[in-house]
């Protein structure tokens, strides 16, 4: 695996490069899509319900930390808490299905539009093309060959699922499809690809690949998709961001794409993986550290080992001039 040093940034949209390639607007969507928004939720049902009829069941417990959980006819997850200023939404693989492009983009857009306490915690998007392009072995293969350029800390590692049901396996029989991961489990952004056809007993022949996008990436991700309009090339330029493979002597800059790589991507750009670094407004620090660290401070006050005046103080004596910044700040 080649590691490859950042030159610059890269731009906030790919140039149109990707025609004709494999990943066209047909053969890509959106698979997970799971945020918060700060709006009462009723509004939130309300909004969800407008990319076509709901009924919504509400379930005994709620889950992810949430009391309450309802799901709807279209398997769309709504998750609160009386005491939360957030509602927690998810779609997964089969509630994205169910949506057409128009709609999820509309719904990403939506969430993007509501400021602070709102955002993203995973988006997913996928890719299928056909084994005649690449398989998983061919994936695999370019790694060993030294083709992958990729700034995941983590190589890709092999596992399996059973192919229950499928043709050439039925249920129990140990019979297995592969899986070839790219980034750590805990990493804010990870590739799998796999066999889809084998994973679908047959209805979606092709090689899935299937890049999970968390927390900022997510984020950044979603504006991106707003500026494009559409997934497909949005799609490409992150991929590509993630991971490259290229082949030829030298340099990795001077090196071309991997003909097999080009069949899928074109000569798409690589697009940013996360929003530019920049301070953090004071309503934005107060949301964070409600959610990241709010519940760890109320397990150490029932224990009766939380001084807050003594936390505070301690704070004060630790400032910088970013945090006297904060002060000031007036949002």
Not at 34 to 51: D, G, H, I, K, M
Not at 53 to 79: K, Q
Request: net charge negative.
């Amino acid at each position: 695996m080649t590691t490859e040093d950042p030159q610059g940034s890269p731009p906030p949209l790919p140039p149109s490069t990707n025609r004709g390639a494999e990943i066209t607007d047909g053969g890509v969507s959106i698979d997970w899509l799971e945020f918060s928004v700060q709006q009462p939720v009723e509004e939130v049902r309300a909004r969800l319900s407008t990319w076509g009829p709901e009924s919504w069941l509400a379930l005994e417990r709620g889950a992810l930390g949430y009391r309450h959980m309802e799901i709807s006819t279209r398997a769309i997850e709504l998750l609160w808490d009386e005491d939360r200023p957030e509602v927690h939404v998810r779609l997964r693989g089969v509630a994205c299905g169910l949506m057409t492009e128009a709609g999820t983009l509309a719904l990403v857009e939506w969430v993007t539009s509501q400021g602070v306490g709102a955002g993203f915690s995973r988006l997913d998007l996928q890719a299928t093309v056909p084994y005649a392009i690449a398989s998983v072995e061919d994936v695999r293969a370019a790694f060993d060959r030294g083709e992958g350029v990729t700034h995941a800390r983590r190589g890709f590692q092999q596992g399996g699922f059973p192919l229950t049901g499928h043709a050439s396996g039925a249920a129990g029989d140990g019979v297995f499809g592969r899986t070839l991961y790219i980034g750590a489990p805990t990493s804010r952004r990870r590739l799998r690809v796999y066999d889809k056809g084998a994973e679908s007993a047959g209805l979606i022949p092709g090689t899935r690949f299937e890049l999970q996008e968390r927390d900022a990436a997510a984020d950044e991700a979603a504006a991106q998709l707003v500026v494009a309009g559409v997934i497909a090339p949005v799609m490409a330029g992150r991929l590509v961001g993630f991971v490259d493979f290229r082949v030829g002597e030298g340099m990795v800059t001077r090196r071309t794409r991997a003909p097999w790589y080009a069949a899928m991507v074109g000569e798409v750009e690589r697009l940013r993986s996360y929003p530019p670094a920049g301070e953090r407004t004071a309503a934005e620090v107060a949301e964070w550290l409600r959610r990241q660290t709010g519940p760890s401070l109320a397990a150490l006050a029932a224990r009766g080992e939380l001084d807050i005046a003594f936390l505070l103080e301690d704070g004060r004596r630790r400032w910088t001039v970013k945090h006297e910044r904060l002060i000031q700040d007036a949002s």
